[in-house]
């Protein structure tokens, strides 16, 4: 009974924190290393195992960040392009410690469907953030932008068929979580009895 009650009190504290509110402490690689272990214990139809990481530590996220900048740039319309986004996206890791993009490895098996490769791979996710919340490590899932764009699929070298989940810029702050906000999950549940 104990063991979930900590698993309940680690769902319910867990909070998106945004790049800005981290305080540039470091991470170190082999508790990324063990969150990445977790993620990989996810469930997974037909033993597929369709989730990868691309990680990024130490200078390398500031150069993700810069390029991520510049392909906002190149891919979008002028009458659609904002320097402040531009500008968000350049310093998104200048105190992150790790920055992963998580992607979805299209298997080609026909009788596993697409969606069921990306609920595993976000599955894979969710124990990535639950750890990290555990272990007191900020994290924000980043979802938008460029990163569902295919010219950030070809600069990742990621297949066609692949599927690109987002970005998980990691690391620590000193800012005290905000509390939670779920509506009842009787408006978001029907029984049939």
Request: glycine share 8%.
């Amino acid at each position: 009974m104990e063991e979930i009650k900590h698993l309940w009190n680690v769902i319910l504290h867990r909070r998106s924190t945004k790049p800005v509110a981290l305080n540039g402490k470091k991470i170190d690689d082999q508790v990324i290393r063990q969150l990445l272990e977790l993620a990989n214990w996810a469930p997974t139809h037909g033993n597929t195992e369709p989730w990868r990481f691309i990680v990024y530590s130490g200078e390398a996220v500031w150069e993700f960040c810069h390029r991520h900048a510049e392909l906002y740039r190149q891919s979008t319309p002028q009458e659609k392009f904002t320097t402040a986004k531009y500008e968000k996206q350049q310093h998104n890791g200048d105190k992150a410690s790790h920055l992963i993009v998580i992607y979805m490895k299209r298997g080609d098996n026909p009788n596993i469907t697409g969606l069921e490769e990306i609920c595993a791979t976000a599955a894979a996710v969710e124990h990535i953030l639950l750890g990290a919340e555990a272990l007191g490590i900020a994290v924000l899932w980043s979802t938008g932008g460029v990163v569902i764009q295919p010219v950030m699929k070809t600069f990742l070298g990621i297949g066609e068929e692949d599927i690109l989940l987002g970005m998980l810029y990691m690391g620590y702050t000193d800012e005290a979580p905000k509390p939670g906000r779920r509506g009842p999950v009787t408006e978001k549940t029907k029984w049939n009895p």
